[in-house]
């Protein structure tokens, strides 16, 4: 009689502490709790004192007593449900496991000291009492999400008992195309539609990244990451081609260059003249046009800026920067034939 007086007794507690009315957050069918940065960096306090206070079928003094009762029972008894004490001991201290429902689906939230970390979502409410498929075509999106959700928990307790939680991160796992939460060399969660950030950002890596950071920082104070591993540098898109006007005239005749004895002074436009940039001087078209300088000789080619006067040199019809001379190789003869053509506006 005696134990069965501590079976019922105990049976009430644990359903007290993971049957408790959830609050207005979890029940209702709204986005789940939204978590700030002050939150998860607060001082690390019991997640019993601040998760919703249980639903007790019995009296504080019947639990003290049940507690009392429970050191006298067989070794069998004991052995039977060292494995649920030993949960709920872990539940009251760190970890609990709220089953809600989340839009139309059963759902279950997986808490650490009082922070949500992960939400499993399981098959619509309206199919709780039909029955289930068999074993052999269960997958794992119809399995119950309370139960996911527990199976989180005990290897997270596992790996918290040897494992340091500064070794968590967040992976992309591109043969996987996936994002995960690993410890180690062991996956622990895969985010996914049907295993979540409680209150997600709509996008898997910060998602992953959060979800990481929270673990590790309600495990062990360990820093938080800034990356998610293995995840690839986005595509940098390619420069877009510099838009050319078309020609307006072209005329040919002999180029110079001019540089080191002009660079820093002013141009004849009140800009100051850089040698390294792509200008060059024309005797009469207006400052700002741009033109095309062909080197007859090799075909190399640039786009120039008229930003100066000049040359004054008999026979020359334009003196290019020495960046630009550079680039069509005039650099070294100092004077070539070119042709120049006049561009309009893009």
Known sequence: ????????????????????????????????????????????????????????????????????????????????????????????????????????????????????????????????????????????????????????????????????????????????????????????????DQTILPDTTQNPAEDVLQMANRMRRLLGNAPALSRVEGMPEPVQPAPAAPQVGIVTSTLTGTASWYGPGFHGRRSASGEVFNQNDLTAAHRTLPFGTRVRVTNLRTGQQVIVRINDRGPFSRGRIIDLSAAAAGQIGLRASGVGQVQVEVLSNP
Do not use: C
């Open 1 to 192: 009689m005696k134990q069965s007086v501590l079976g019922g007794l105990t049976a009430a507690v644990i359903l007290s502490t993971f049957g408790a009315p959830l609050p207005s957050h979890a029940q209702s069918t709204d986005d789940p709790r939204r978590v700030s940065e002050s939150e998860i960096d607060a001082p690390l306090t019991s997640a019993a004192s601040v998760l919703p206070e249980p639903a007790t079928t019995a009296s504080s003094a019947e639990v003290s007593a049940a507690e009392a009762e429970a050191s006298d029972v067989s070794d069998t008894s004991s052995s039977s449900s060292s494995s649920s004490s030993s949960r709920q001991r872990f539940s009251a201290d760190l970890v609990a496991v709220l089953p809600h429902a989340l839009d139309a689906n059963q759902a279950a939230t997986v808490y650490l000291r009082s922070i949500p970390v992960i939400t499993l979502i399981g098959d619509e409410l309206a199919t709780l009492g039909e029955s289930k498929a068999t074993p052999s075509t269960t997958t794992e999106a119809d399995r119950d999400p309370v139960d996911q959700a527990n199976e989180i928990v005990d290897r997270l307790l596992a790996l918290a008992e040897t494992e340091d939680p500064a070794d968590i991160e967040a992976r992309w796992l591109a043969d996987q195309q996936a994002f995960v939460v690993a410890w180690e060399d062991e996956v622990l969660v895969t985010v996914n």
